[in-house]
């Protein structure tokens, strides 16, 4: 089992992103350069976080047309996971891998804290450890995380469960002060239909450990490794 | 040939950082400013005669994201003769 985490420049998670996996356990996890045109040799790949391509233009919008992406797009539709973390999750969106796009935050600044998650759907290859409801801790870390899409996506979103997480209070409420960048629905996460494909704004990748105030991301990468183990017995 | 394509917020889509010049505006004195909308000018210079056609896609696949913009290109005025 092989996992790719892929470097674009000015990804600034991706150290982050390979600490969390190989923190799971004995399994492989590797650095893909963003000019690299195949995953054939990976199980699943991460999009991290960072400001690839300095934002420029708008978030995402460059990185998407990375060579690396066109083989994660083709690999996506054959079923691989793909998770995109913050920036990763904007760089999806911009692939048209998920709907919406990620706008300013409604408050207009950076926002750096931790926050609290709702867990929406427990049926994808990184959720499956979590229970529905189950609350999750981890900090956001963007400028840009207002997650926006028309009325018409966000409805298919919700009548096919594909909102996977979403902001709340530390008691699993939906108030508008959980709501940490005015996010349409406090969505945090989504899923494609096929289900393979996450993003999400928070980080896991900074909550896998006690030492970093949480390791509640950790079941992220916990459950991506064990669906990941449960494929190759297949 | 100098095209310039123009990068608007959708309508539809809260743009806070036209808000935060509005409010700026007010505070300095501009005190009609009713709406402001923020968006972005592309200046794209072509040697060689240019693919219109192709141009708009790559307003739609790159310069815009059409989920939350609209954009316009303008292209220079025909020379008087």
Redesign the interface.
Same mark, same amino acid.
């Given at each position: 089992m092989k996992i790719a985490v892929v470097q674009f420049p000015g990804s600034n998670c991706d150290q982050d992103c390979l600490r969390a996996l190989l923190g799971v356990g004995p399994i492989r996890a590797e650095y893909l350069w963003h000019k690299e045109t195949s995953v054939s040799s990976f199980d699943a790949v991460v999009l991290p976080g960072g400001f690839s391509y300095g934002d420029y233009l708008r978030c995402g919008a460059i990185a998407r047309f990375s060579p690396i992406m066109k083989a994660i797009v083709a690999a996506a539709a054959d079923g691989m996971p793909v998770i995109g973390i913050c920036n990763g999750f904007q760089i999806l969106c911009e692939a048209g891998l998920l709907p919406g796009a990620l706008i300013r935050n409604q408050c207009l600044h950076f926002i750096c804290q931790p926050v609290w998650l709702r867990t929406e759907a427990t049926d994808t290859p990184f959720t499956t450890k979590l229970d529905k409801n189950r609350l999750l801790r981890m900090p956001v870390a963007h400028g840009e995380g207002s997650y926006f899409a028309d009325s018409q996506t966000l409805d298919a979103l919700e009548s096919q469960n594909r909102v996977v997480f979403r902001y709340t209070n530390a008691s699993g409420e939906t108030t508008p002060e959980s709501n940490p960048n005015g996010s349409l629905a406090h969505i945090a996460g989504i899923c494609n239909e096929k289900r393979n494909v996450l993003g999400m704004m928070p980080h896991p990748d900074r909550a896998w450990d006690r030492r970093l105030g949480s390791e509640d991301g950790k079941l992220l990468f916990e459950s991506l490794v064990a669906n990941l183990e449960l494929a190759a017995v297949r | 040939m100098k095209v310039s394509v123009i990068v608007m917020?959708k309508q539809?889509? !809260?743009d806070?950082?036209g808000v935060?010049v509005r409010n700026a505006l007010k505070d300095v004195g501009l005190q009609s400013v009713e709406n402001v909308r923020v968006g972005k000018l592309l200046e794209l210079e072509f040697a060689a005669p240019l693919d219109k056609q192709r141009l708009d896609e790559i307003c739609r696949e !790159? !310069?815009s994201?059409p989920?939350?913009e609209d954009y316009t290109i303008q292209y220079p005025s025909a020379p008087k003769t």
């Open positions: - | 917020p539809s889509v !809260l806070p950082q935060a !790159l !310069l994201n989920v939350i």
